[in-house]
C-alpha cells in the first residue's frame, strides 16, 4: 500500500494535460497551463499547511532503492517530446489569433521549465550515463543543455556566495538577476570545461568538449525545426524555450535570495548548509516538482534522489510555494518587503 504514494508524483501530469486543451482548443482556453499553474495551485498551497514531517528510517529505506521513482522520472521524456511535436503542429493551424498563439507559447514554455529543466536537474544529478544522456535531452527543449555543466560544476560548488551568478543578492531585483545569471551561468559553463579539458590536455575544438558538441547539438536541433516547420515556428519555439529558462532563473532567484555563505579564508568560503537555501514544505509544489522545493537538504547533500530529500528545522522557510513565490518575485517592491525581513532574521541568527 505505500508503493502507491510513489504515484502521487504523477501529479505533474496534469500540466501537460493542461497544455493539451490548450494546444487543441480556441479563445481563453490556450491559457489555461498559465492559469492552473500560476492561479489554481498557489491557490491550492494557500488552504493546505505545509508539511514538514521526514520519512521514517524503514520508509526511508524502501523508498531509496525502490526504481519506480526513477521510472516516473523516465517517462518525462518521451511526454515532453510528444508535446514539443504536438507543439509544433498546434501552433501552424490555420486561423490561429495571434493572442491564441501566444497562447500556446506559454504553455510549452511551462512544460519547457516544469518537465523540461526540472526533471533534467534531477536526473542530471545522477552518476548513470543513461540518465545523464537523458537530462540533456531535455535541457535540449530549452536550449539550456549548458545547465548540465554548470549547475553540477559551478553553481553547487559556489551557491550562496558572489562567485555565483545563479544565487540572488539582497536587493537584486528580479529582472537584472536574469540578465546577470542567464550570461554568467553560460560563461561560467565555458570556463569550466575549458579548465576540465586543459587538465586533460584536450583541445578546446575536440569533440570531448561538452559546450562545443551542445553548441553544435542545439544549432542542428533549431535548422531542424526551421527546415521541416519554416521560420514562424522556429521563433515560437525559441520564444517558448526562452519562456522555460526564465521560469528556471525565477527559481533560482527565490532559492537563494540575500543568504550567503561565509568566507572562512581567502580562498575558501564556508561547507554549504541547509540555512543556505530557502526551502518550502508546501505540498502541492513539492509533488508538482518531484521535491524541487526540499531544495536546503538538496544542496546539503546533492546525491541524495528526489523522494528521500528531507526537511531542516534549520533552513529559512518560504511563506508560500514555489508558484507563488514566482508571482510574488514578479513585483519586487512587494518581495522585498515580505522577504528583507526573513533575510535579515536569518543573518542575525547566523551572527
Not at 541547509?274 to 502541492?284: D, M
Amino acid at each position: 500500500m505505500k508503493r502507491i504514494e510513489a504515484f502521487k508524483y504523477l501529479l505533474v501530469l496534469t500540466l501537460p494535460a493542461a497544455a493539451a486543451v490548450s494546444f487543441s482548443q480556441a479563445g481563453w482556453l490556450t491559457y489555461l497551463p498559465v492559469m492552473y499553474a500560476f492561479g489554481a495551485i498557489p491557490m491550492l498551497e494557500f488552504l493546505f499547511k505545509p508539511n514538514p514531517k521526514n520519512l521514517e528510517e524503514t520508509e526511508l529505506a524502501l523508498r531509496k532503492g525502490d526504481r519506480l521513482y526513477d521510472w516516473m522520472l523516465y517517462l518525462i521524456v518521451p511526454v515532453q517530446y510528444l508535446m514539443l511535436g504536438w507543439f509544433f503542429v498546434a501552433v501552424t493551424q490555420p486561423g490561429l489569433q495571434p493572442f491564441e498563439i501566444a497562447g500556446r507559447i506559454t504553455a510549452m514554455g511551462l512544460l519547457c521549465g516544469v518537465l523540461g529543466i526540472n526533471v533534467a536537474h534531477e536526473l542530471g544529478h545522477r552518476v548513470k550515463k543513461e540518465e545523464q544522456f537523458m537530462a540533456k535531452a531535455l535541457l535540449l527543449t530549452s536550449l539550456y543543455m549548458h545547465f548540465f555543466i554548470e549547475h553540477n560544476r559551478g553553481h553547487h560548488k559556489n551557491v550562496s556566495t558572489p562567485i555565483d551568478p545563479s544565487s540572488a543578492r539582497h536587493n537584486e531585483w528580479l529582472p537584472v538577476f536574469w540578465v546577470r545569471s542567464v550570461f554568467g551561468a553560460y560563461r561560467s559553463a565555458w570556463h569550466l570545461e575549458h579548465q576540465r579539458l586543459r587538465r586533460k590536455k584536450v583541445s578546446l575544438l575536440s569533440f570531448k568538449n561538452e559546450m562545443l558538441v551542445f553548441t553544435l547539438v542545439q544549432g542542428a536541433f533549431l535548422a531542424m525545426i526551421g527546415f521541416t516547420f519554416g521560420p514562424a515556428v522556429l521563433g515560437y519555439f525559441v520564444a517558448a524555450a526562452s519562456l522555460g529558462f526564465l521560469l528556471l532563473e525565477t527559481v533560482n532567484y527565490i532559492e537563494h535570495y540575500g543568504l550567503a555563505r561565509k568566507k572562512v579564508s581567502d580562498h575558501r568560503f564556508e561547507d554549504t548548509q541547509p540555512q543556505h537555501s530557502w526551502n518550502s514544505n508546501h505540498v502541492v509544489g513539492r509533488l508538482m516538482l518531484f521535491e524541487l522545493s526540499r531544495h536546503a537538504d538538496h544542496h546539503y547533500q546533492p546525491a541524495k534522489k528526489y523522494q528521500i530529500l528531507n526537511h531542516h528545522n534549520n533552513s529559512p522557510q518560504m511563506p508560500t510555494g514555489y508558484p507563488g513565490m514566482m508571482l510574488l518575485a514578479a513585483l519586487p517592491p512587494l518581495w522585498f518587503w515580505v522577504m528583507n525581513k526573513r533575510v535579515a532574521f536569518w543573518q542575525h541568527k547566523e551572527g
